[in-house]
């Protein structure tokens, strides 16, 4: 009995371990805000999911008019429509923090402070011209390379032919696609390193998940906000959870891994 406590112990020391050197599923959706009711894609959310010991960080970039690269989940700031406004109009608004909205190499120059939590880049796909989603998806490469944050860095995206075209730039980079409408082999032989569908497409398509990972590729899961969601995707063998509940889904995860 004495032995089996030891055991069972070291098992919750490792597990625990675990989290805390990140080796997790937890991405935190725009950042790690809704607890503590921080702004969406910004510097005190990013630093949030860091400090939780999230796997990742979800962030989504857009191209001003005058072709700077800021962070904002929607198209508009604060009223103000990004693609049609140039960066210094943007500078007029702020987060209720008090913060200006973050361009990409700031964000990025943050996030790169630590080694634990991937910077998770959604490149957002452009209202205006699909030219302009070409235009911020080679800048968005150059400045990851220019900051020497490939490996730090994990993009997902909407826009297959945007995916496509990051891979083409950046072989090596992780990349996974979002729209759920591409199946398993054909997403590999574009390029893509992983699936990150919405997670009633994998009720939808099952096997996916299991052609998938014979693949090679990840299995990321959007957005699951509970508790029963999140179990589910777990029992699913999901490689990330992309949630803004990550608070709720560590205890999920505890819950889960370290029962005696």
């Known amino acids: 009995m004495k ?32 607890t503590n009711n921080l702004p969406e894609n910004s510097i005190a959310s990013l630093k949030q999911a860091i400090a939780l010991g999230c796997y990742g960080s979800e962030f989504d970039v ?39 909205i973050p361009t990409l190499e700031a964000y990025l120059r ?39 944050a490939e490996k730090q860095v994990e993009y997902i995206c909407f826009s297959y032919d945007v995916g496509k075209l990051v891979h083409q730039l950046s072989p090596k980079a992780q ?25 009633s497409v994998y009720k939808e398509h099952p096997d996916w998940i299991k052609e998938a990972k014979a693949l090679g590729l990840t299995i990321n899961a959007w957005t699951a906000n509970d508790k029963t969601q999140m179990e589910t995707l777990l029992n699913q063998k999901a490689d990330y959870i992309t949630t803004n ?16």
Request: glycine fraction near 4%.
């Open 245 to 260: 509940e990550p608070e709720l889904l560590f205890e999920v995860m505890r819950e889960k891994y370290t029962k005696p």
């Open 62 to 100: 857009h191209l001003t008019k005058d072709s700077i690269i800021v962070v904002n989940h929607d198209h508009t700031f604060y009223g103000l429509p990004i693609e049609t406004s140039a960066y210094a109009e943007l500078l007029t608004k702020q987060h209720p923090n008090s913060e200006k």
């Open 175 to 199: 990349l996974a696609y979002l729209n759920g409408d591409v199946a398993p082999a054909q997403a590999k032989q574009d390029g893509y390193t992983g699936l990150d569908y919405h997670y």
């Open 3 to 34: 032995n089996l406590k030891l055991f069972i112990t070291a098992c919750l020391l490792f597990t625990l371990t675990g989290f805390a050197q990140n080796n997790n599923c937890v991405i935190a959706h725009r950042g790690a805000w809704k």
């Open 110 to 148: 943050e996030g790169l402070k630590q080694k634990k939590t991937k910077l998770i880049l959604e490149i957002k796909t452009s209202e205006v011209n699909p030219e302009r989603s070409s235009l911020l998806t080679k800048m968005s490469v150059a400045v990851i390379k220019k900051l020497k």
